[in-house]
């Protein structure tokens, strides 16, 4: 494995929804092409700090963020990052497949075509490339004109992670992806995600400890806001040093 | 005692479902009934010449083409003006505003303002249109005090059609980087459209049948000549059935020609309507 860069990081992160506070102190690092995952029962705030790292809660009313997001050791708050690119280089894939209802082919090359590119040949390959990255490609081949509403729950998951990886984006964060998806295309896109951190750096926010400890190399636990234990997922859920944290994975509560 | 109950529950059911059934049936023939009496009154006024030429002999002769023609032109105005502005106006509020008290005072109040009577908007539309800005009585003034009426219409509807587009559509698009005009126009408007522009053409048929608002801003009672610019006074059908139907000097003899006109507009109204739904069908079918 490539040596350890860390590509995202959070410093003294604090996230309020109004008089709320979500995350309280995070500091954390998503190292460059490892899987990082961030566990913890519901309402503990994953999706929230996946969320905060390409700034989606920004269009959140009432939300305010204290503390740093450094991507590449630069504050993504500070006002010389501009929020589109950075969606463009932290790509995100959402808990619920949100194909557009446009065709499968028009989904994965809209990125592509909102920054400009016109050139039809250039977009008809990148939509290929993005579509076999993301494994897909032979499943859709011969219907790349069809609904992307046409595809299965699992195959739409899919595309929507061909069409986060065709704006060539640096680090991918995954919210909760196979949430809403049967086991079958859930290991489908687990294999996926540990093909992709050859390339990106891969975030995945997840309520299933398995799938954590399949996929991922490092592991936050979250609990009601406080980031209880962080380090590498092998120790994390084989030799825990927190003791919530050791009951979570146990499954004593969840 | 159980089945007792259980029978007593099918008949509630039933009872119901057939009280239901019953109310739709009344408002159905009530609708028919005055489309069959308008109908069977008004067809045998009904000929190309009714449509085609203007009325004659102090109306108790000829047609009512002034009257189509400048329903049509002033729907007109009313639609440059409804449409573009009602429907921005709804983006603003859906997608751009911040959700505080003073927009929900603003939806309200547009809310409210679609329940004026429009006699109010008539006599607003003198003040402002052809009084402080001095339009004068023309097709401009009646056709942007229709505007003004149909707006409160345009913009609740457009900001319903906006509202089921699901989040994720805009949401998906911002985190691909898309601006957040990009995402509205590219992954939100287009889907929002037929139900957009379905509320809009209902709005502009209801304006096309009113009368209160043009009769003080720019209907004529009669006129020798079609109107030659949007500054000219018009004929609007909805003034010229009233002045048939109320104001004529014979009114019996007329009447046959003031259910034609009726007929006229009704059907015109129907068919705008008509066109919105096809609009929709067509525009959802598309996209599938």
Redesign the interface.
């Known amino acids: 494995m490539a040596p350890l860069t860390a590509k995202i990081e959070a410093r003294s992160l604090n996230f309020y929804y109004g008089p709320k506070k979500a995350l309280k102190d995070i500091h954390l690092v998503c190292y460059e092409n490892r899987v990082t995952a961030i566990i913890g029962p519901s309402g503990c705030g994953k999706s929230t700090f996946i969320r905060t790292l390409?700034r989606?809660n920004d269009?959140v009313?009432g939300a305010r963020v204290e503390g740093q997001i450094l991507l590449d050791g630069e504050s993504v708050h500070s006002p010389k990052v501009d929020v589109?690119?950075l969606?463009?280089k932290v790509?995100?894939v959402?808990q619920?497949p949100?194909p557009?209802?446009k065709s499968i082919f028009d989904n994965v090359a809209?990125?592509l075509?909102?920054?400009g590119l016109r050139n039809r040949d250039k977009i008809a390959g990148i939509v290929e490339r993005s579509l076999n990255e993301a494994a897909l490609w032979d499943e859709v081949k011969d219907r790349l004109d069809e609904?992307a509403f046409a595809l299965s729950g699992g195959q739409q998951q899919r595309l929507?992670i061909a069409?986060?990886l065709a704006?060539e984006p640096e680090a991918i964060l995954f919210d909760e992806p196979c949430s809403a998806i049967d086991p079958i295309a859930t290991a489908k896109i687990e294999d996926l995600i540990q093909r992709l951190k050859t390339k990106y750096t891969v975030v995945i926010v997840t309520h299933n400890m398995q799938q954590a400890a399949r996929v991922s190399d490092y592991t936050a636990f979250l609990m009601l806001g406080d980031l209880i234990e962080f380090g590498e997922t092998r120790q994390i859920f084989t030799a825990p040093a927190n003791k919530l944290t050791e009951e979570y994975i146990t499954g004593r509560f969840g | 005692m159980r089945l007792k109950q259980a029978a007593k529950k099918k008949i509630v059911q039933v009872a119901g479902f057939i009280l239901l059934r019953v109310c739709l049936y009344l408002v159905l023939a009530v609708l028919l009934l005055f489309l069959y009496d308008i109908g069977k009154k008004g067809g045998g006024a009904i000929s190309w010449e009714f449509l085609s030429q203007a009325p004659r002999r102090g109306m108790t002769e000829g047609g009512i083409f002034p009257a189509i023609y400048g329903t049509f032109l002033v729907t007109l105005v009313t639609a440059v003006l409804a449409i573009p502005l009602g429907m921005f106006a709804a983006i603003y509020l859906n997608e751009y505003a911040k959700q505080t008290r003073l927009t929900r005072l603003i939806r309200l109040s547009i809310r409210n303002l679609s329940g004026v009577p429009s006699i109010v908007y008539g006599l607003f539309g003198v003040i402002l249109f052809v009084n402080i800005l001095k339009l004068g009585t023309s097709i401009l003034s009646a056709g942007l005090t229709l505007g003004l009426m149909t707006l409160p219409w345009t913009i609740t509807a457009s900001e319903e059609a906006l509202k089921t587009i699901p989040n994720s559509y805009r949401e998906g698009a911002l985190a691909l980087g898309a601006t957040k005009w990009q995402a509205i126009r590219t992954n939100v408007l287009p889907y929002a459209l037929p139900g957009m522009l379905t509320g809009t053409v209902l709005g502009l048929a209801r304006a096309a049948g009113e009368t209160a608002p043009i009769m003080f801003t720019g209907a004529a009672f009669a006129l020798p000549i079609l109107p030659k610019s949007l500054g000219d006074q018009f004929m609007a059908l909805p003034y010229h059935l009233y002045i048939m139907a109320t104001q004529h000097h014979d009114i019996a003899r007329v009447r046959p020609l003031a259910y034609g006109t009726a007929l006229v507009l009704i059907v015109l109204v129907l068919g705008m309507n008509m066109a919105a739904v096809i609009l929709r069908y067509r525009l959802r079918r598309k996209r599938r």
Request: glycine share 8%; aromatic share 12%; proline share 8%.
């Open positions: 390409n989606m269009v009313p589109v690119e969606r463009k790509g995100m959402f619920k949100n557009f209802p809209y990125g075509r909102i920054n609904n929507c069409r986060a704006v």
